[in-house]
C-alpha cells in the first residue's frame, strides 16, 4: 500500500512505499533536507509528526529522542515508516530543496 507524505511547510506531498521511511520517501521522490548518517545514530533528521501514524521497524536509541520530545510527535525520519497517510513539518530552521527537479514533478504528478 502506498501512502501520502505530506511536508509542511512546503505543503509538498510525496507518495511512501510499503516499508519505507520517511527520508527515503521524500530523498527518492527528488527532494532533500537536513539529516545525517541515516541509520538512527545522530538525531539530525529529527521532524514533528502532525498527523498519521509512523512506526519504526529497528528500535532507536531512547537517548536521541527525549520523552517530552516523543509526546509531542518528534520523530527521527531516518527510521520512522509511515503507517497511514502522514503530515510532518520539518524543523523551523529547515526546508526542502529540490535535488532532482524532474523527479520531483513525476512523483507529484501521481498524487
Ligand atoms: S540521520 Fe542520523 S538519526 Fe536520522
Not at 511512501?16 to 530523498?27: D, F, P, Y
Not at 532533500?32 to 529497528?58: I, M, N, P, Q, S
Not at 520523552?67 to 509531542?72: L, S, V
Request: hydrophobic share 40%; with cysteine; proline share 5%.
Amino acid at each position: 500500500m502506498i501512502h501520502r507524505l505530506t511536508i509542511l511547510p512546503e505543503e509538498i506531498c510525496v507518495p511512501v512505499r510499503e516499508g519505507e521511511t520517511i527520508l527515503s520517501a521524500i530523498c527518492r521522490a527528488g527532494f532533500t533536507y537536513r539529516f545525517g548518517c541515516r541509520r538512527g545514530g545522530c538525531a539530525v533528521c529529527k521532524v514533528r509528526v502532525l498527523a498519521g501514524d509512523v512506526a519504526y521497524e529497528r528500535p532507536i536509541d531512547a537517548s536521541l529522542v527525549s520523552e517530552q520530545e516523543g509526546a509531542g510527535g518528534i520523530r527521527l525520519s531516518c527510521r520512522a515508516v509511515p503507517t497511514s497517510d502522514v503530515v510532518i513539518a520539518l524543523q523551523s530552521d529547515d526546508h526542502l530543496t529540490i535535488v532532482n527537479p524532474w523527479v520531483s514533478k513525476l512523483e507529484q504528478s501521481f498524487q
